[in-house]
């Protein structure tokens, strides 16, 4: 009997680890997603909430994309199967979580956290618990391959039409998400300063996160799912 060396076989069962993982995943958006709730429903009841000034929130937006994306990938591990679509998809929302956590630690977490969530356990999960899970997971959960820089440039997209769109809707609305962003707080000049450094230091993390490895001491699956070489095939 010959093999294909370039087919892998049929998923076998998961092995400890990665059965930690799927959980780790699943309980991770739960706490993001409880998070988001509890921002909204603590608002509802205060009389503030606002759909477009909430959903204008990059912490929100990135932690939401965060959930959803700790979801799908706990249950494509589940099902064994890969994908590098959402290999793809992960390692933008790690770009996203990893500017949210940068952002907060450079630019307000001088703030008080009552001027940032509503809950102060929801600040220090969505602005330090999810992005470090979110890192985390990209290191160490299986990905098919790594990610050109040139294309994991398409992640930028995102944070830099968010950008654009926080200062084209500021004037209109008279409300900015963050002070940084305000011109009349710091002025066009310094706006645009603090935008372009922004832009340059993601565009840094987009090719560390393209290009870090994973770490390769966890399997994910018992022996038989792994790839079958010719050497170690039977006749």
Do not use: C
Not at 29 to 53: H, M, Y
Not at 85 to 102: K, P, Q
Not at 112 to 136: F, G, R
């Amino acid at each position: 009997m010959t093999v294909d060396p370039d087919r892998d076989t049929a998923p076998g069962p998961l092995a400890v680890p990665g059965r930690f993982i799927i959980a780790a995943k699943v309980l991770f958006a739960f706490l993001g997603f409880s998070a988001l709730v509890t921002e909204v429903a603590t608002l509802v009841a205060r009389g503030r909430f606002s759909p477009a000034d909430f959903f204008s929130y990059f912490t929100v937006e990135s932690n939401a994309l965060a959930v959803l994306s700790l979801v799908l990938s706990a249950f494509a591990l589940a099902a064994g199967r890969r994908s590098r679509a959402l290999d793809f998809y992960r390692g933008a929302v790690t770009l996203y979580m990893t500017t949210t956590i940068g952002i907060f630690i450079v630019l307000l977490s001088g703030y008080p956290s009552a001027e940032l969530t509503a809950v102060p356990w929801d600040n220090t999960v969505l602005h330090y618990i999810m992005p470090i899970a979110i890192i985390v997971d990209w290191l160490i959960a299986s990905r098919i391959e790594g990610v050109a820089f040139g294309r994991a440039l398409i992640w930028l997209v995102f944070p830099l039409g968010y950008l654009a769109y926080s200062l084209i809707r500021g004037p209109i609305a008279h409300w900015y998400p963050y002070p940084f962003m305000n011109p009349s707080t710091h002025g066009y000049l310094g706006v645009a300063v603090t935008s372009v450094v922004i832009a340059v230091i993601i565009a840094a993390i987009t090719w560390i996160i393209a290009s870090v490895p994973r770490w390769p001491h966890f399997e994910l699956t018992h022996p038989q799912s792994r790839r079958v070489r010719l050497d170690q095939a039977g006749g």
